[in-house]
T-cell receptor, first 110, second 114 residues
Framework: DGGITQSPKYLFRKEGQNVTLSCEQN?????MYWYRQDPGQGLRLIYY???????QKGDIAEGYSVSREKKESFPLTVTSAQKNPTAFYLC?????????FGSGTQLSVL | AQSVAQPEDQVNVAEGNPLTVKCTYS??????LFWYVQYPNRGLQFLLK??????LVKGSYGFEAEFNKSQTSFHLKKPSALVSDSALYFC????????????FGAGTRLTVKP
């Protein structure tokens, strides 16, 4: 099946720990995105990548990092600098006109 | 920069009745407008989009949306609601050239009661 796979579905972070969220797509899309979803706030852009080995900060990049070593993969690391990491994280890829979303990762703090 | 507003946090309708979920937008130039639906603990699913052409856009699952340039609105509609339509609905807008500046509304929770 073609699509975007996010893992894990649920993730727990301890104080001071970095955690990495996985996002893999087999849609052959060049562009990929990470969004954060908080209740009542819609989606906010964290990072995006238009092409392999290139990525740009979105609106709320502080405390996060990404890499784009392969076209299919765009992992997001939530660092210890992110003081309020509890949220639902969505990965997406796009054609020129449309975004396609993964099923999300719920990150919580222990 | 573009933005969208969804003025209602919650919309409740009875099954079989028509439903409307409201969205207004702000963008310089011509807008690309989208509606997405989200079921619990899932990603967003595309419903429909307006880029150009007819003001009435038909999408998935019997939904449609009407683009109104003078009122800067893009309301989502369905003639007869189903209980299974209950979900969180997001309106989104972006400019002409790329998805990097896609902006989402805060979402409207639709509840359809039997």
């Amino acid at each position: 099946d073609g699509g975007i796979t996010q893992s894990p579905k649920y993730l727990f972070r301890k104080e001071g720990q970095n955690v990495t969220l996985s996002c893999e797509q087999n849609l052959n899309h060049d562009a990929m995105y990470w969004y954060r979803q908080d209740p009542g706030q819609g989606l906010r852009l964290i990072y995006y990548s238009q092409i392999v080995n290139d990525f740009q900060k979105g609106d709320i990049a502080e405390g996060y990092s990404v890499s784009r070593e392969k076209k299919e993969s765009f992992p997001l690391t939530v660092t210890s600098a992110q003081k309020n990491p509890t949220a639902f994280y969505l990965c997406a890829s796009s054609t020129l006109s449309e975004l396609f979303f993964g099923s999300g990762t719920q990150l919580s703090v222990l | 920069a573009q933005s969208v507003a969804q003025p209602e946090d919650q919309v409740n309708v009875a099954e079989g009745n028509p439903l409307t979920v409201k969205c207004t937008y702000s963008v310089s130039g011509n807008p690309y407008l989208f509606w997405y639906v989200q079921y619990p603990n899932r990603g967003l699913q595309f419903l429909l989009k307006y880029i150009t052409g007819d003001n009435l856009v038909k999408g998935s699952y019997g939904f449609e949306a009407e683009f109104n340039k003078s009122q800067t609105s893009f309301h989502l509609k369905k003639p007869s609601a189903l209980v299974s339509d209950s979900a969180l609905y997001f309106c989104a807008v972006r400019g002409l050239y790329n998805n990097n500046d896609m902006r989402f509304g805060a979402g409207t929770r639709l509840t359809v009661k039997p």
